[in-house]
């Protein structure tokens, strides 16, 4: 598990993580984390323009999933397509393209993770009753 | 699946001289041919065609050009694109990953599999080219994985052209010695290739096989005009 999301886990939850870390929890994070990869991608966006490598590693480091190149590339050219995704060539580098939420579309993306985080607390609060 | 109203040998005038009924769908189409042999252009003409009557969609996978330069070539030839067929490059992907470059054959499922959940009506796929697949690809065995890759795409219901470049002679230019097992894996092995006849030089297309279809073996002219890609008679009487 990278150091970034073991510092935005409580002493707790990290003692009951460990104990399953390779097991059903990894499971867990995985599925979960596939079965919403175009929330994840947007919102690592949300926080910095990258390239495609970039937002499969910065996923990788906050959540101990690998999402493979021929699950993201469809997802940026597909936001792209959409307009909620504008890409740029990095200066000094016509080669690797750099993707950001489109300026106009920010505030329907944060709504979407926002919902995407609404739902994943009622199923927390379901899960924990 | 069910038919649409147009028939992929519609798609090419002259294609009815040489194919009786039409491609079955789901069949997995083997495009051979030299470079300059149209290769790309007869794929993307027909696929393009094909969709702009049908409501379905289609998928062209470019290993090797960008999505501008092919779209460029295309043009140049008088063909066109349209809203239904999605065309996917690789380069930001092998760009970026160019010192780690990722097995393309499971890349490649997984970018179908990605569209045809956005597209429900995802019937055609084309891959431009079998060759490149076939370099990027890490596995050892890769008889094996080609066998599990035409599976798949059966199983997919997609009616699939892969472009594959061959020497003049016919001979595969595959990194790996499949023992041209893509020929015998394949529904349908369509030849594109040249006849030098003096000065003149001159392009034919030839169904060598096609599973559930009458076609005719013979070779037929090719020829590119303002109207795109047509088939004109046998080769043998215009040289």
């Not at chain 2, 001289?17 to 079955?24: A, C, L, R, S, V």
């Not at chain 2, 042999?37 to 009557?53: A, G």
Request: glycine share 6%; hydrophobic share 40%; net charge negative.
């Amino acid at each position: 598990m990278s150091e970034v999301r073991e510092k935005e886990l409580n002493s707790n939850e990290l003692e009951n993580i460990s104990e399953l870390e390779d097991g059903e929890y990894k499971k867990f994070v995985d599925r979960i984390v596939k079965a919403n990869r175009e929330i994840f991608v947007l919102c690592v966006l949300a926080n910095k323009p990258m390239c495609g490598y970039d937002v499969i590693k910065e996923i990788f480091v906050r959540c101990n999933v690998f999402l493979s190149q021929g699950n993201v590339y469809p997802i940026l050219y597909s936001l792209e397509e959409e307009g909620i995704l504008r890409a740029e060539f990095t200066r000094g580098n016509m080669r690797s393209k750099l993707y950001f939420i489109a300026p106009e579309k920010r505030e329907t993306v944060q709504k979407k993770i926002d919902l995407f985080a609404n739902a994943m607390e009622s199923m927390l609060f379901f899960v924990k009753r | 699946m069910s038919k649409g109203d147009q028939m992929f040998r519609d798609t090419i005038k002259g294609l009815d001289k040489i194919i009786e009924g039409d491609i079955p769908n789901g069949s997995i189409i083997l495009v051979t041919g030299a470079e300059g042999t149209l290769k790309s252009s007869l794929v993307f003409s027909m696929i393009s065609r094909y969709l702009e009557k049908n409501n379905e969609f289609g998928l062209y996978a470019t290993l090797e050009q960008t999505k501008e330069s092919h779209l460029k070539n295309m043009a140049s030839l008088g063909l066109t694109t349209n809203n239904a067929l999605h065309l996917f490059d690789y380069s930001d992907m092998r760009t970026e990953w160019k010192d780690n470059e990722p097995d393309m054959i499971k890349v490649t499922e997984e970018i179908i599999d990605f569209y045809r959940c956005e597209q429900e009506k995802l019937t055609v796929f084309a891959l431009d080219s079998l060759n490149a697949l076939c370099s990027l690809s890490n596995e050892a065995n890769f008889r094996r994985s080609l066998y599990y890759f035409f599976s798949n795409l059966r199983n997919k219901g997609l009616t699939s052209f892969l472009i594959m470049e061959t020497p003049p002679s016919g001979t595969s230019l595959l990194a790996y010695d499949t023992g041209r097992s893509e020929h015998f894996l394949a529904d349908c092995v369509i030849e594109l290739g040249l006849i030098e006849a003096g000065e003149d030089v001159k392009r034919y297309i030839q169904v060598r096989k096609m599973r559930g279809v009458n076609h005719r073996l013979e070779k037929n002219q090719l020829v590119v005009g303002e109207q795109g890609i047509s088939v004109l008679g046998s080769i043998y009487r215009s040289i």
